[in-house]
């Protein structure tokens, strides 16, 4: 078996695994295990950018918003999504965030490095603006409560139960789509871009297309990821589209590991759960949290997902130096 | 709508664009000198306000919390600087221990909650605290040394996290400090009256502020062109090798810039406290502003940040006044059009 298949088996291996134990929790465990997988979708989204492009978007959190605010709307006003026609809010919701990342890429790809985060924050904040005041619309600064609750179709996602089964599918297939992505020619073009972008262009690729393109897939996943959101979490308020939220993936992304797809849902993972966790234990859960950037930021290059890679070079050094030390002895 | 409202319109997005000024002309300094964008900006701002507010708690004087605050942020601003987001040499030591002291702070908090309390009185229950943090504190503090932490100075997405990172630290401090209320900040009575003029009221409060940001901004613009350091940090703003490469000591005007940028957001966030409060939340809606005001009028240029702070200041006031609903889309949306066209600002240059 090659290391390929080995790293693959393991991931289903952990997936089945989650799939058979989370159900048995109580339901503040399922719940907490669905909000993840939702939100890990959009870190996932975010990889594509960050891990295989090179782009840091500091307003991911847009086309996350922008769906979730859609889903909701639609359910509220019109009953839609509802019923078996939530099969249609899926890609609609996915549509609207590929849509919108369409428009913003064309303001953002141009720009590189501390620029295109500055765009994307600006980006990001326009939505954030339309969603804090545009009170006719979106409520305000109070948002939107689903009225109808979940979707019932044959499957009755009011229970938890279901509803973490259905947004595991939906994180599993996104993970394995992005991680079938990433594997094709188009990704491996994405990791030239990442790792040399002029080489890439003087080789002839149109480095605009590609980066444009892995935009409006990242958005076509933020949106999905904000679909399932505003059913996970029933209400929709400004909070979701906040510069924070960005800002939360991006650290997400980074503390699993960029670059690797898996390390985004571990990150959501981890935050989530120090957030609800910690938030219910203790009042300064914060701490924990901004202690958890400071600590990933300076001490994981590659995120968790490198800490193995980390401990063998360590390991390695380690050896080298004991063997140096043991030359030196004079016999 | 009578010239009257335009009037005093016009006059209330000034005097919001002073403000704007004191906290956006450091991010965009900083920025400059340093190419790092500050997401902890706002905190600077929010703390300054809470600073002043417990200087006049325990004083009573409105005029001493000013300085006292935006001396206590610019130093913030300077550990933060040296230890997190430049760290050289013995820095790096200490930014290590305080890390280490840090981790081991929170673990006292955790397991403070399950020990009991093994010595008696308040002094007994400090002594512990110490002792358990020291011990949590030495084995963490040699286990980071062993790790060789990761060179952010030339990561731009890792000093932006860790800025953020400060930001929640900060943002949960400032909750266990000063608690979850909103505060105003009374400013003495002379300040609280209004000039009429022409039969508008104008509130002298607001006059105050743009008189201190015109002053303040003279003085920095002065200072720039005027002396030896302020060509220094010109020079840095334009080419940081090059400015190295001819002896200017960059690494000692990236700090001074820090916290003379850090202690100015403070300078806001006191002058500010009097009619916008001072609550949690108010980092985080200052930034987005202050970012504005920076793209707007251009990275790493003062008289950029004063155009930029004046023209989101009267954009957010008409915005507000005339269409609430878009009032923030109207006044982010023309900031993306400004970075598509000249990434670097009105007036920033390349």
């Known amino acids: 078996m090659s290391k390929q298949t080995i790293k693959i088996a393991a991931v289903v291996l952990c997936l089945v695994a989650l799939a058979v134990i989370v159900p048995r929790g109580n339901s503040f465990v399922v719940l907490l295990v669905t909000r993840a997988l939702a939100f890990a979708i959009l870190a996932m989204s975010l990889d594509i950018l960050l891990g295989f492009t090179g782009l840091a978007s500091l307003g991911q959190a847009a086309y996350f918003g922008v769906a979730a605010y859609l889903t909701a709307i639609l359910a509220n006003r019109y009953g839609f999504g509802l019923h078996w026609d ?86 599993a297939a996104t993970l394995a789509a992005l991680y079938v992505l990433v594997r094709s020619p188009f990704g491996k073009s994405l990791l030239g871009i990442r790792e040399r972008e002029l080489r890439m262009k003087i080789l002839g690729y149109n480095v605009w297309l590609h980066k444009y393109v892995a935009f409006i897939i990242a958005g076509a996943f933020g949106g999905l990821s904000g679909v399932l959101w505003a059913h996970t979490n029933g209400i929709i308020t400004p909070e979701t589209v906040v510069l924070t939220t960005s800002v939360d993936a991006l650290l997400m992304v980074v503390l699993g590991g960029a670059g690797t797809l898996v390390g985004a849902a571990i990150g959501s993972a981890i935050v989530f759960g120090l957030r609800e966790f910690g938030s219910t234990l203790v009042p300064w859960w914060q701490y924990v949290l901004g202690a958890v950037y400071v600590l990933t930021i300076l001490y994981l290059p590659m995120g968790l997902m490198g800490v193995p890679e980390r401990l063998r070079q360590w390991r390695a050094t380690q050896k080298k130096r004991t063997t140096k030390n043991l030359a030196s002895v004079p016999s | 709508m009578n010239t009257q409202f335009w009037v005093v319109q016009a006059f209330n997005g000034v005097s919001y664009g002073a403000l704007l000024f004191l906290i956006g002309s450091g991010l965009s300094l900083i920025f400059g000198v340093m190419r790092i964008v500050n997401l902890s900006h706002g905190s600077y701002f ?97 286990a980071l040394r062993r790790v060789s932490a990761v060179a952010i100075e030339a990561d731009m997405l890792r000093q932006v996290l860790m800025t953020v990172g400060f930001a929640f630290l900060f943002q949960q401090a400032a909750l266990d400090i000063w608690g979850g209320n909103n505060f105003d900040i009374q400013p003495p009575s002379a300040l609280t009256q209004s000039l009429v003029i022409g039969g508008i009221y104008l509130p002298l409060y607001r006059v105050f502020m743009i008189v201190t940001a015109a002053v303040i901004g003279l003085v920095l613009w002065l200072a720039m062109e005027k002396t030896r350091m302020g060509a220094a940090v010109r020079a840095t703003v334009d080419d940081a090798q090059m400015a190295r490469g001819v002896g200017i000591d960059t690494n000692r005007i990236s700090m001074f810039i820090f916290a003379l940028g850090a202690g100015m957001a403070a300078l806001g966030g006191v002058i500010g406290g009097a009619f916008l409060g001072v609550y949690p939340g108010l980092d985080f809606e200052m930034l987005p502003l202050a970012f504005a005001v920076v793209i707007i009028g251009g990275m790493g240029s003062l008289g950029g940040a004063a155009i930029g702070a004046l023209a989101v200041g009267l954009a957010d006031n008409f915005g507000k006044a005339l269409f609430p609903e878009l009032a923030y889309f109207t006044l982010y949306a023309p900031m993306v059009l400004i970075l598509a066209i000249k990434p670097t600002g009105l007036f920033g240059r390349d």
């Open chain 1, 86 to 171: 939530f099969w249609l809010m899926v890609p609609l919701g996915m549509l609207t965030g590929a849509a919108l990342a369409a428009i913003f890429g064309l303001f953002a790809i141009r720009a590189t490095g501390t620029y295109f985060l500055m765009i994307t924050l600006a980006l990001g904040q326009c939505v954030w603006g339309l969603a804090y005041r545009w009170n006719s619309m979106t409520g305000g600064d109070n948002g939107i409560t689903m009225k109808g609750g979940r979707p019932q179709f044959g499957l009755d996602l009011t229970n938890d139960v279901t509803f973490f089964y259905l947004v595991f599918a939906f994180f």
């Open chain 2, 46 to 142: 929010m703390l300054g306000g809470y600073v002043a507010l417990s200087v006049i708690w325990t004083t009573g004087s409105w005029v001493l919390s000013i300085p006292v605050a935006a001396l206590t942020i610019a130093a913030v601003g300077l550990v933060m600087e040296r230890l997190f987001l430049r760290p050289e040499g013995r820095a790096k030591v200490v930014r290590d221990a305080v890390i280490a002291v840090g981790i081991a702070l929170l673990i006292q908090l955790a397991v403070g909650r399950i020990l009991p309390p093994l010595l008696p009185g308040a002094i007994g229950n400090f002594i512990q605290v110490t002792l358990v943090v020291i011990v949590f504190a030495i084995p963490i503090y040699f």
